[in-house]
């Protein structure tokens, strides 16, 4: 056992001595030796409850036969953090959490472990650092929020209380109303209840074969997501006994599967740079122009908040993402291992649709293509991504004239002052991973848009990032960004951009020899921020269509 290092042997006499301070007994130093990494915290509401879960799954990890050690990583509340110098440390955090998981489990010479985990970039951290350890791992998390419900019975989540702002400052909602919202959006524990980037993640966990059935969908106060917990630590004792590692199941075909379950889902465009990093821990080398063949040769069979009305609740009653995966399983590389023990084939044999309201057969998709899309031209060479699944329409091939903004604050601000117009196209800048630094979400101007009802009516195109959350023609990641030069940063007012997303195209109407001359012009760009963490981030940080990963 890898745990021998610390308990085998004369010279490990100071060791056992600690070990025993810890309260093992000499029975428990010929077990082996699990960690159960938890990202519990008392600031994130998906993770308030995780202490409960590690209960679980210490339970089970005994019942296995193993020896279970608690260790804790750090998180960051997205929704908190929003609109604020919080949200520069959103992604970056992804980064931290991979180290600080790799530091304890190599530390300590765990055999293998237990990733509780829950919201946005806790998960993929997580998943990189489980990739990178190639240790026998797996996942459970915490579960998503029930969604909340106004006394009309109207049902609501996270991104009905962010448009609450737009409507609100319109005057269409009266102080009472806003407080309300305010009150009643988010019910108790668990990761905000509708397809935003935590519950994608959860899900694509199970795609990716590293978390047992269920682990995405089971509501956080069920009694069913505690069950999960112990049956996860006690399969852990298996996935060890087996020697099954992540490497041997997060495989190239197991990244195709995941996107292909994400566009399907409709997920949040944040999985495309999360799986992109995973991949690149795993030694996967894989493109924007396979993330896009994926997404034209998928269907859209499942239309969640913020795109459609249903939440995580309902996906779980009706069969949760194994019921999916059997929906799309032609598409899908049905050998590949899974920390079950069984193939992806065998586990979801069994599989079945409950709610075809809510889970839509491939004949009849919300669309033939899948609910995100890559896009290519003369303003992002190197891609962007778009929520398809949230589109409305009217927007899916819209031309505009632009309104430039080098960063949110400023486009938020003349959001709020009314003066963006219909036809428009919001461009922010300088907010990618470099440039922000930490590539933040838009949430607050596309909400305020949304809740303004401008959300059929104007575009938005930004070097950041967009929540799960999002709505709207909201097309982020433009690559390269224009902290490293790239055509975004050449854009001016009133140049007409063309979004085109049925074929793949975003291009601003400039001529190639006027967007160099313009770039030459421009003076070098200067860091925003110039000490601590957001400091190194931004000198060791690639490009969004690399995953947003630190250069090697």
């Known amino acids: 056992m890898k745990s021998d290092v610390v308990k085998k042997g004369i010279e490990r006499t100071p060791h056992r001595s600690l070990l025993y301070a810890l309260g093992c007994s000499p029975e428990d130093l010929e077990r082996p030796f699990v ?57 970056p955090s992804r980064e931290l959490i991979a180290d600080s998981a790799e530091t304890v489990a190599e530390a300590h010479a765990f055999d293998a472990l237990v990733f509780i985990t829950n919201c946005d970039k806790i998960v993929p951290g997580m998943l990189m650092a489980a990739a990178r350890l190639n240790v026998p791992a797996i996942f459970v998390s915490g579960g998503p929020m029930l969604a909340g419900r106004l006394p009309d019975g109207r049902v609501i989540d996270t991104a009905d209380a962010f448009a609450t702002v737009g409507r609100a400052i319109l005057g269409k909602l009266t102080q009472a109303d806003v407080e309300e919202v305010e009150r009643l959006a988010c019910p108790g524990c668990g990761s905000c209840a509708g397809m935003f980037t935590a519950n994608t993640m959860n899900c694509l966990t199970e795609a990716l074969g590293m978390a047992l059935p269920g682990n995405g969908t089971i509501p956080a106060p069920d009694s069913r997501r505690l069950v999960l917990a112990e049956q996860a630590g006690e399969q852990i004792v298996e996935v060890l006994r087996r020697d099954i590692k ?128 890559i896009l290519f031209g003369n303003l992002a060479p190197e891609g962007a991504v778009v929520k398809a699944a949230a589109v ?49 979400e838009m949430l607050t101007p596309t909400s305020l848009l949304t809740g303004m009802g401008m959300d059929g009516k104007v575009a938005m195109v930004t070097d950041g990032r967009f929540s799960g959350a999002t709505r709207g023609s909201a097309i982020g990641h433009v690559a390269p960004e224009a902290a490293m030069g790239g055509p975004i940063a050449a854009v001016q007012e009133g140049d007409v951009i063309e979004v085109d997303i049925p074929n793949g195209r975003l291009e601003v109407k400039l001529s190639q020899a006027e967007i160099e001359a313009r770039l030459a012009k421009l003076p070098p760009f200067e860091p925003k921020v110039k000490t601590g963490y957001l400091k190194r981030y931004a000198e060791q940080v690639m490009g969004a269509n690399r995953g947003a990963v630190f250069r090697r």
């Open 392 to 440: 409305l329409p009217e927007m899916m091939k819209y031309s505009g004239t632009a309104r430039v903004f080098d960063s949110e604050e400023a486009a938020t601000q003349a959001i709020m002052a009314g003066t963006i117009q219909p036809g428009q196209v919001v461009v922010i800048r300088y907010e990618g991973p470099k440039g922000g630094p930490g590539m933040r």
């Open 35 to 91: 960690g159960i990494i938890n990202s519990f915290s008392q600031i994130i509401p998906g993770h308030m409850h995780l202490d409960r879960i590690a209960e679980a799954v210490k339970n089970g990890v005994r019942a296995g036969g193993g020896v279970p050690f608690e260790v804790n990583t750090i998180g960051v509340c997205d929704g908190i953090a929003m609109n604020h110098l919080g949200m520069k440390y959103s992604l």
């Open 246 to 373: 992540p490497r041997d199941i997060i495989t190239r075909d197991a990244i195709v599967n995941a996107f292909r379950v994400d566009n399907a889902l409709g997920g949040s465009t944040n999985s495309v740079l999360h799986l992109l990093a995973i991949a690149n821990e795993a030694g996967i080398d894989f493109t924007l122009d396979e993330v896009n063949e994926i997404s034209q040769t998928t269907p859209h069979l499942c239309k969640m908040s913020p795109a459609g009305t249903h939440h995580l609740e309902d996906l779980y009653a009706a069969g949760g993402i194994q019921a999916v995966m059997k929906e799309i399983s032609g598409l899908l590389n049905l050998g590949v291992m899974t920390v079950s023990g069984k193939s992806l084939g065998e586990q979801i044999q069994d599989a079945q649709v409950r709610n075809r309201e809510v889970i839509h057969p491939p004949s009849q998709p919300y669309s033939p293509s899948g609910g995100l899309a």
